[in-house]
């Protein structure tokens, strides 16, 4: 079992940035692979990032590749989602989620999922 839990989020005019992070709890975290994902209103969730169990792959949606850079901490259980360049449509809640396969892409299967932070880009 892990306990994954958001913070970070809140309220940003458009240009600013915002620096996400995901503590998890339970077992080895580097045993997984982890992603971001994020769900607007009305919208199905969608894949932001993803990165490898080491952290040395990553992985980028098209409209944030640039923009988002997700890293990770294995000696502090911790991964990071910075988001720069923000955009009114990147508002939505932001989840964290553990892959235990090792996989770190859009349909990966992701076994731990957070309770979301939420991110509002104003105009």
């Known amino acids: 079992q892990v306990q994954l839990v958001e913070s970070g989020g809140g309220l940003v005019q458009a240009g600013g940035s915002l620096r996400l992070s995901c503590a998890a709890s339970?077992?080895?975290?580097?045993?997984?692979?982890m992603g971001w994902f994020r769900q607007a209103p009305g919208k199905e969730r969608e894949f932001v990032a993803g990165?490898?169990?080491?952290?040395?792959?990553?992985n980028y949606e098209a409209s944030v590749k640039g923009r988002f850079t997700i890293s990770r901490d294995n000696a502090k259980n911790t991964v990071d989602l910075q988001m720069n360049s923000l955009k009114p449509e990147d508002t939505a809640v932001y989840y964290c989620?553990?892959?235990?396969?090792?996989?770190?892409?859009?349909?990966?299967?992701?076994?731990?999922w957070g309770q979301g932070t939420q991110v509002t880009v104003s105009s």
């Open positions: 339970g077992r080895t975290f580097s045993g997984y692979a």
């Open positions: 990165i490898s169990r080491s952290g040395g792959v990553t």
């Open positions: 989620a553990a892959s235990l396969r090792g996989g770190f892409f859009p349909r990966s299967p992701y076994d731990y």
